[in-house]
């Protein structure tokens, strides 16, 4: 379980860490605490992974990533973590995760995401990905996203239900 | 957006130290004053290139369940089924994809048993079948891009 001092910090830095020269003293003057004990408890939720990462979210479509492809593959159950892990390698995989197939409606079981500038450049990087991890024999898709309707952000509270961005492009 | 940005964009995607003096830190090992970061770093938010700086959670060690769901959506009826969906607070986003599962969405929620209850309301409310896709594993990758 979450311990409560632990929820009001994520609370309070859920929306962003304060662009200040002492974020952490900061935080800590608003919950009552001091900036050591904050320190030490956002490295603990880091450390747990409760924290993923901290850092930047970019908008990808502003770096000019406008070209993006849910990539997915129909790997043998016996081979899909050996793939995954070798798929998950490639510098230009931004997410890869095994799910389950829904029969001749969906027969794909490895999904990863590919974030590019062009679609021509997603596709020759599916290609060299297919050629370089021996994956001709395997049926695959590329589903080119065409429009976003909605994309929030990741708050959890007070509303509590919003998590992260999986699966975003 | 000059190369500096795309130096801080790119080291600050890797991680942010959690310490007294952080933007000291990472400054340090950009070569420039801790001053010249945060004045950037916000520009870069205030513009929209970074549409967050902070903390991502890992949404089930917090309790919370995450799916992917697609359903194959009507041309004559697909915006009136994307409205529909998106109303429901835990679709987190939703994406038009070229496939003849051709919407497709993530569901957040507060607790796994909450996935199947969305899942069925918006079967009941779009009368389409919705295919749900939870990760069974996920694939280190260093999420990100270059700037």
């Known amino acids: 379980m979450i311990e409560p001092i632990d929820l009001e910090l994520i609370i309070t830095v859920q929306e962003g860490l304060p662009i200040t020269s002492r974020p952490y003293a900061l935080i800590a003057e608003q919950l009552n605490l001091d900036e050591a004990e904050v320190i030490a408890r956002l490295s603990k939720l880091k450390q747990q992974g409760l924290i993923k990462r901290l850092g930047v979210i970019v908008k990808h479509r502003r770096l000019g990533y406008q070209s993006n492809a849910m990539v997915v593959f129909n790997i043998p159950d016996a081979l899909i973590n050996q793939m995954g892990q070798r798929i998950s390698q490639f510098q230009f995989i931004n997410l890869c995760y095994q799910r389950p197939r829904h029969g001749e409606q969906w027969p794909y079981n490895l999904f990863c995401m590919i974030h590019g500038k062009s679609r021509e450049k997603v596709l020759q990087q599916l290609s060299y990905l297919i050629e370089s991890c021996a994956l001709e024999n395997y049926a695959h898709d590329i589903l080119f996203s065409r429009r976003c309707f909605k994309q929030r952000g990741a708050l959890y509270f007070p509303s509590g239900s919003g998590f992260s961005h999986e699966n975003r492009d | ?147």
């Open chain 2, 1 to 147: 957006m000059d190369e500096i940005d795309r130096v801080i964009i790119n080291t600050l995607q890797e991680g942010f130290p959690i310490c007294a003096s952080p933007y000291k830190k990472v400054a340090e090992t950009l070569n420039i004053s801790e001053q010249a970061l945060i004045e950037r770093l916000q520009t870069l938010l205030d513009s929209g290139i970074l549409s967050r700086f902070g903390p991502l959670f890992h949404a089930e060690q917090m309790g919370g369940a995450l799916t992917l769901a697609a359903v194959k959506a009507p041309k004559d009826s697909y915006d009136t089924i994307a409205k529909i969906i998106n109303a429901f607070p835990e679709v987190a986003h939703n994406y038009a994809r070229e496939h003849a599962l051709n919407m497709w969405f993530v569901l957040a929620t507060e607790t796994p048993e909450q996935i199947q209850q969305v899942i069925s309301q918006i079967e009941v409310q779009t009368g389409l079948t919705v295919y749900n896709m939870p990760k069974i594993q996920e694939y280190f990758v260093g999420l990100k891009l270059e700037a």
